[in-house]
């Protein structure tokens, strides 16, 4: 299995605006792409959703005892150099 794949499928499921848990997220995944990734069990999806958090992609916050994940608007340079000259 592809992890590029299902780093892939796991960002255009995560919410930018809402924080979602580990079954949240599986269950909002198409079902075309739930064949894609059927193999992939619970660790590789928390290492999976890890290194997205480490590249900048995902933030992760622990809600009621439970990991909750929610997807980063990555912001260019220019838009940082404009924001700070404002």
């Known amino acids: 299995m592809d992890k590029e794949l299902a780093q892939d499928i796991l960002l255009e499921n995560l919410s930018f ?8 997220i599986l269950i909002s995944i198409d079902s075309k792409d739930l064949v894609l990734i059927e193999n992939l069990t619970m660790d ?5 959703l890890t290194q997205l958090c480490k590249k900048g992609h995902v933030e992760k916050s622990d809600i ?21 000259l404002k």
């Not at 605006?17 to 949240?24: A, F, G």
């Not at 590789?44 to 999976?48: N, P, R, T, V, Y």
């Not at 009621?64 to 150099?81: A, M």
């Open 17 to 24: 605006y809402e924080w979602m848990n580990i079954e949240n």
């Open 44 to 48: 590789e999806l928390k290492s999976i």
């Open 64 to 84: 009621d005892g439970e990991p909750q994940f929610k997807r980063i608007h990555k912001k260019t340079l220019k838009s940082k150099v404009l924001r700070f």
